[in-house]
């Protein structure tokens, strides 16, 4: 089971896996998406990273604000401007035998940027010259694009 990474979010999906081995262990980092726990009734929340203040924002509409579309409940449309009803990270999860998975209580990978505005997806892993690279997906309003890291341990990471 993964738990939320905080206690006013909900895991609602787990995905696209990237793999690799490290230290005899089979290690996975995870997307998990997470959505707000608590919406007030009659309303939609998207949760929003601001690189600005460093925190995890809500922006909330009243499900009768005109032009609202969310026919999608993966997204909500307001007047054109998209945003999306959870947020991801990468979170890494270990095993021995590549069958029984500890998750890791913490993300690994988290939005730290503008372009991670909605969240870290997708991570794909290569091993080269002592370092393992991750290459991941960046979401923001300004759409999707590739983002980059590396780590030794997969405790600590580097952008």
């Given at each position: 089971?993964?738990?939320?990474?905080?206690?006013?979010?909900?895991?609602?999906?787990?995905?696209?896996?990237?793999?690799t081995?490290?230290n005899?262990?089979?290690?996975?980092?995870?997307?998990?998406?997470?959505?707000?726990?608590?919406?007030?009734?009659g309303?939609?929340?998207?949760?929003?990273y601001?690189?600005?203040?460093?925190?995890?924002?809500?922006k909330?509409?009243?499900?009768?604000?005109?032009?609202?579309?969310?026919?999608d409940?993966?997204?909500?449309d307001?007047?054109?401007?998209?945003f999306?009803?959870?947020?991801?990270?990468?979170r890494?999860?270990?095993?021995k035998?590549?069958?029984h998975f500890?998750?890791?209580?913490?993300?690994a990978?988290?939005?730290?940027?503008?372009?991670?505005?909605f969240?870290c997806e997708?991570?794909?892993?290569?091993?080269?010259d002592?370092?393992w690279?991750?290459?991941?997906?960046?979401?923001s309003?300004?759409?999707?694009?590739?983002?980059l890291?590396?780590?030794?341990?997969?405790?600590?990471?580097?952008r």
């Amino acid at each position: 089971m993964v738990k939320p990474s905080r206690p006013d979010l909900e895991v609602v999906g787990v995905f696209n896996p990237g793999v690799t081995r490290h230290n005899g262990d089979v290690v996975l980092l995870l997307r998990v998406a997470e959505a707000p726990r608590d919406n007030p009734a009659g309303t939609v929340t998207a949760p929003i990273y601001n690189a600005e203040s460093q925190k995890l924002e809500f922006k909330r509409w009243s499900v009768d604000t005109e032009g609202l579309d969310v026919s999608d409940p993966r997204s909500i449309d307001m007047g054109g401007q998209v945003f999306l009803t959870s947020i991801s990270h990468l979170r890494a999860a270990r095993s021995k035998d590549g069958i029984h998975f500890e998750v890791e209580p913490a993300p690994a990978i988290s939005p730290a940027t503008s372009y991670e505005a909605f969240g870290c997806e997708d991570a794909r892993i290569t091993f080269i010259d002592d370092t393992w690279w991750i290459n991941y997906s960046a979401v923001s309003s300004r759409g999707i694009s590739t983002a980059l890291a590396s780590t030794r341990d997969f405790k600590s990471f580097e952008r």
